[in-house]
C-alpha cells in the first residue's frame, strides 16, 4: 500500500510539472467551510458496541460530525490545479456510569483538480488525489490511506469572496478494535457534504 501511494504522490507531482510548461499564470484560492461526514457514525456504533460488550450502559454521548475545513489549492489559467487540505475535525465523548470513552478523527488530503471553465463566475470541477485521517482514542488501532474523489462548483468566482459547494467520497480508513478480539474496519468520511467560502 505504501510503495501504492508513494507512486501516485511521484504521478502528481509529474502531473504538475507537466502543468507548468502548459501554464505560467495562476492563482491560490483559499475555500474555509464546514463539511459533514456521513461515516463518522460508523465509529461511534463500534465505541457503544464495545461498551454494551464490557457491560455498561451510555448514559451520556456528544458527538461531532461537523467541523470547519480548509482546503486551499493552486489553480492555473487552464483550470488544472493542485491543492491540499484537512477538515472536518470530528469527535466522540460517550459516558458510562464508571467510565468515559472518547475518539476524534480528522481527514488529511492532496489532490488534483479540474475547473470546467475557470474564466467564469461560476464554474463546475473535479478533484481526486490521496486522503489520510489523522485519528486517535479508545479503540482506534490503526489508520489506512486511501482516494479521495469530489465534485462541485464555485460561485461568484470573479469577486474577492465567493462561495461553493462540495460532494465526496474519501476512502481512507480508520481500524477499530471490536469486543476486545477482532478489528473492524470504518471510513469517517466515507461521505461528505461541505458548503464554503473562497477566498
Not at 501511494?5 to 467551510?33: D, E, H, K, S, T
Not at 486522503?131 to 462541485?152: N, R
Request: charged share 15%; with cysteine.
Amino acid at each position: 500500500m505504501k510503495k501504492s501511494i508513494m507512486i501516485i504522490a511521484a504521478l502528481m507531482i509529474v502531473v504538475l510539472l507537466l502543468i507548468c510548461n502548459f501554464a505560467y499564470a495562476g492563482q491560490w484560492r483559499f475555500p474555509v467551510g464546514v463539511a459533514y461526514s456521513t461515516g463518522f457514525y460508523k465509529m461511534t456504533n463500534v465505541v457503544e458496541d464495545n461498551l454494551h460488550a464490557m457491560g455498561y450502559s451510555v448514559e451520556k454521548k456528544s458527538q461531532w460530525p461537523v467541523g470547519l475545513t480548509f482546503q486551499p489549492y493552486y489553480e492555473f489559467d487552464n483550470g488544472l490545479g493542485i491543492g491540499g487540505g484537512f477538515g472536518p475535525f470530528m469527535y466522540l465523548k460517550a459516558e458510562s456510569p464508571s467510565e468515559s470513552y472518547s475518539l476524534y478523527a480528522m481527514p488529511v488530503n492532496l489532490s488534483l483538480r479540474y475547473a470546467f471553465l475557470p474564466s467564469s463566475n461560476i464554474s463546475p470541477y473535479i478533484r481526486s488525489g490521496i486522503s489520510y485521517h489523522i485519528a486517535g482514542g479508545d479503540f482506534v488501532k490503526s489508520k489506512e490511506v486511501g482516494f479521495l474523489v469530489g465534485i462541485g462548483t464555485e460561485f461568484f468566482r470573479k469577486k474577492k469572496v465567493g462561495f461553493g459547494f462540495e460532494f465526496a467520497v474519501d476512502t481512507s480508513s480508520v481500524n477499530m478494535t471490536k469486543y476486545y478480539n477482532s478489528d473492524k474496519k470504518v471510513r469517517p468520511s466515507e461521505f461528505l457534504i461541505s458548503i464554503f467560502a473562497v477566498f
